[in-house]
């Protein structure tokens, strides 16, 4: 039998309770992080910056190690929640499990959106894999034409070594002429 909870948190207006010694044992982060300052009230802790579903996710993960069923458009959506909430509570589990969800979502579409959470949260895997499509330069066409301009401003911004390697790629492949490469 499951002892009694003795946390609760209040997230989005609806109210958990868990076991403090399970989410201690699972992420001695979160504990750290949410039973330390002013976040509790009425015996409650209150979490602002998490949706409601987004917390109740993260807590079947603590608890089964797996993630609820969903459908596609669901956990994708869901997966780039997560991978925040996984980098911040140190879940290395959790966020491998949003890396694979969101890497088969990698099309022109999603890329930059993907690669800004991959460089934001250190994910290596998935910031191979948004480079890896990049370097295919149908795709990269495809991307820089649904693009607004933006896309290399953000790469030299966020990952300037990965402007210098498309760069290098593009003019060792004759894509493009070596006159129009611009050098920041």
Known sequence: MVAATDVSFLVGGETFSAHKCVL???????????FTGDT????????DDMPAQVFKTLLHFIYTDSLPEMNEQEES????????????????????????????EINENTVTRILDLAIQHRCETLHDACIEFLEDHPALDAVMAADDGSLLEHVAK???ELLKDL??????????EIDMVMCT
């Not at 201690?24 to 949410?34: C, D, G, H, K, Q």
């Not at 509790?40 to 979490?47: A, E, F, L, M, V």
């Not at 980098?87 to 890497?103: A, G, N, Q, V």
């Not at 760069?167 to 493009?176: F, K, Q, T, V, Y």
């Open 40 to 47: 509790t009230t009425r015996g409650c802790i209150r979490i």
């Open 77 to 104: 959506l869901m997966a780039e929640h997560l991978l925040a909430a996984a980098d911040r509570f140190d879940l290395p589990e959790l966020k491998l499990i949003c890396e694979d969800i969101l890497s088969s």
């Open 24 to 34: 201690e044992a699972r992420s001695p982060a979160f504990v750290a992080e949410l």
């Open 167 to 176: 760069c290098a790629d593009w003019c060792d492949d004759g894509s493009i």
């Open 158 to 160: 966020s990952c300037p």
